[in-house]
């Protein structure tokens, strides 16, 4: 469904992505993690075009996406992208946020998006929020109407750029289940998370970057139990034992 062909990205002199050649398959949950700075939001970003690349081909459904020409909104509209920062709009109610793009982007007719807003935000276990306003919400509420607002426009590709790195830690668990319940579905996911558990669990692969390029790629099993580069070791030591000694 997504592949990355050589892709190189310079932020000025810097080199944010070196040489990335990588695949998703439709219906793939791939965990995207490594430390600070690695380029793991840089990736995501250019796999909706939020972000321009300077050489390679990123396809998603065969479609070169950075080719000149392309219709960005009419694709942009076809992947959900979910970030840290909830970004719901404050002047709508949970259930206006969640109808108005499939009925400005997707014609639907109020009563159509209201009806499948209010499934997604069953789904999420928000309906009884549905006319409440986003300021009246948690941190986890608010992400999970992210997650229903992004679904209403029924995308067959969802970007999540660490969802949960803004939570208090006891909302963490609320959204990562809404996240499980969606792979289990079947949906094609790409989601840079720092929550190894959510990787063990859900993931189908985990790829590893570090400066810019993805150094590992792996099953969960293989990640976890038999790191292949020293990058990756050094990383899972670092997050396992943030109070080692130095
Ligand atoms: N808009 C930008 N302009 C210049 N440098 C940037 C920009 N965005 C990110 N960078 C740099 O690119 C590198 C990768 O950033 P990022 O993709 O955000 O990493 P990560 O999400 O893994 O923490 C970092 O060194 C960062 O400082
Ligand atoms: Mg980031």
Known sequence: MIE??????WYGAYHALVDVSE?????EVVVVCGPSGSGKSTLIRTLNRLEPIQSGHILIDGKDI???GTDVNAFRSRIGFVFQQ??????????GNCTMAPMQLRGLSRAQAEERALALLDRVGLAAKAHAWPSELS???????????AL?????LMLFDEPTSAL????VGEVLLVMRDLADDGMTMVCVTHEMGFAREVADRVFFMDQGRVLERATPEEFFNHPQHPRTRQF???IRSPFREA
Not at 86 to 95: E, G, I, M
Not at 152 to 156: C, D, E, F, G, L
Request: glycine share 6%.
């Open 4 to 9: 990355l062909q050589n892709v190189n990205k």
């Open 23 to 27: 695949t998703v398959r439709a219906g």
């Open 66 to 68: 950075h080719a000149p």
């Open 86 to 95: 909830f970004n719901l709009f404050p002047h709508l109610t949970v259930l």
């Open 139 to 149: 941190g986890g509420q608010q992400q999970r109407v992210a997650i229903a607002r």
């Open 152 to 156: 209403a426009m029924q995308p067959p």
């Open 168 to 171: 208090d830690p006891e909302m």
């Open 236 to 238: 899972l030591s670092d």
